[in-house]
């Protein structure tokens, strides 16, 4: 199927992602599609746990 795929073509794509989107949205647009692809695999995986984060500590203790 991408096995026609060239250079240019690929150059293209980008370039109108580019004008689309704007260069200061492509790395959330990016992070949110790693985390899409991460919790499908994690679905297909059977992996029903959900992840979360521990509660970062801030040096203040209740006293």
Not at 8 to 15: G, M, T, Y
Not at 26 to 51: A, C, H, V, W, Y
């Amino acid at each position: 199927m991408f096995g026609s795929l060239g250079v240019p073509e690929l150059l293209l794509i980008l370039l109108i992602v580019i004008i689309i989107f704007g260069a200061g949205k492509l790395p959330q647009l990016g992070k949110g599609m790693g985390e899409g692809i991460r919790n499908f695999r994690d679905s297909l995986k059977g992996d029903q746990t959900p992840k979360s984060n521990p509660p970062k500590d801030d040096g203040s203790k209740d006293r």
